[in-house]
């Protein structure tokens, strides 16, 4: 563990400014160690980058460096390092090499990189942007040190966290994505963090994908029955035991669907069923557009992008005060939680549905769209890439004059 938490600093403490290569176009590279089959919220966040700087900064480059089986080229940026598999650890892999890791990045020439994790990658993105003259960027999905003391013990907090503050104040910018991971980073020590929460494809994710009644029917449930849903990992963090529960303080009149957390097999035990991961994202938007409301107990969530994705399909949440979802579910889009137990998440179901679901459907597809649609998100970080790199075509002002 302790090669992996190594880092090359940057003794100055200076923005590195990018080289500029001659003839070359800028060339922005994405890498991480969260990119898997069956990956949730980063590779769908990197996934939608590319699409995004493809067609509206055709003037740049953007490559992905990923895990994989073997270290391979897709030729069109997608680049694999091969990485051992996390055993029971859905599909991820963990990259040993870091020597291999930063060799790659080299090859590609990047002019910023930007790192979505401490471990590996995050080294040898460090390692690599010192060596080239390039500024470093760390995207804080989450907290790993959170994570350490969930899955280890409260006694892993002290030293990952300690690590974690080393590691990232070694960056040129720190980006979180939602301000409960910023505060939760500044309070460990981490300084000047910028906060750009992620986004939502909103023309994948629409109302218009809703057919409730054919939804039911393949469920093989009443055409009446109130139908809850979540999406996500099978990961303790998601606290899906307190769904379930909830489920069964409903009583027969609700049904709750889960989407992957379920595990990898489908199955339904009373009124609650289970269907594997979901890998085309129009036929989640499909599902989760023909349900009733959304429903997430986890109340340590960094940000929780599947929750944008219901919100962009009109469905009203049932979330946690707490955490980096209570920043884009209210009362006005859905219905907080006081306690994400399963009593807490029952009651609040119970309040939503006492209230007119379609006002609050018409109003957690507008903020989605009007909050979080990418390319909101992607011009905000665009700018903030310009600023580090000098190179102006990150920013929007490159697109406009390129159309003209």
């Known amino acids: 563990m302790s090669e992996s938490w190594s880092f090359w600093s940057n003794p100055a403490g200076e923005p590195r400014r990018a080289q500029a290569f001659s003839g070359a176009r800028p060339h922005l590279v994405d890498t991480t160690m969260f990119y898997a089959p069956r990956s949730g919220g980063v590779k769908r966040y990197l996934t939608a980058k590319r699409a995004w700087m493809a067609r509206a900064r055709p003037g740049l480059r953007h490559s992905l460096v990923v895990p994989g089986a073997r270290s391979s080229s897709d030729g069109r940026g997608l680049q694999t390092v091969g990485a051992v598999k996390i055993p029971f650890g859905s599909g991820y892999r963990w990259p040993t090499s870091v020597r291999k890791w930063t060799d790659t990045l080299l090859a590609l020439r990047p002019d910023l990189i930007e790192a979505g994790d401490p471990f590996t990658p995050g080294r040898a993105a460090l390692d690599a942007g010192q060596r080239l003259g390039v500024p470093v960027i760390a995207f804080a999905h989450g907290d790993p040190s959170a994570q350490a003391a969930l899955h280890f013990g409260e006694w892993a907090e002290a030293p990952a966290k300690k690590r974690l503050v080393e590691v990232l104040n070694r960056f040129d910018r720190v980006i979180a994505a939602s301000r409960h991971i910023a505060d939760r980073l500044e309070d460990a020590g981490v300084s000047d963090i910028a906060v750009h929460p992620l986004g939502v494809d ?197 697109r406009m004059d390129a159309t003209h």
């Open 202 to 398: 909103t023309e994948i994710f629409h109302p218009r994908r809703r057919d409730p009644s054919r939804v039911r029917a393949e469920l093989d449930l009443p055409a009446d029955a109130r139908l809850l849903v979540f999406a996500g990992r099978p990961a303790k963090e998601k606290n899906v035991e307190a769904l379930i529960e909830a489920a069964a303080l409903l009583g027969p009149d609700h049904h709750l669907l889960l989407i992957s957390a379920g595990g990898a097999t489908e199955w339904r035990d009373g009124n609650v069923t289970a269907l594997p991961y979901v890998g085309d994202p129009r036929a989640l938007a499909r599902v989760l557009s023909s349900c009733d409301a959304f429903v997430h107990a986890n109340e340590h969530e960094p940000f929780g992008l599947v929750v944008l994705e219901a919100m962009a399909c009109g469905l009203p949440v049932v979330a946690p005060c707490t955490g980096g979802v209570a920043e884009l579910v209210d009362n006005q889009v859905g219905q907080l939680a006081h306690s994400a137990d399963g009593p807490g998440v029952a009651e609040a179901v119970d309040a939503l549905f006492e209230r007119d679901l379609h006002a609050l459907s018409r109003a957690a597809r507008a903020r989605a769209a009007a909050r979080h649609s990418w390319d909101h998100v992607f011009e905000g970080l665009g700018s903030l890439y310009a600023g580090l790199t000098g190179q102006n075509a990150f920013a929007a002002c490159a």
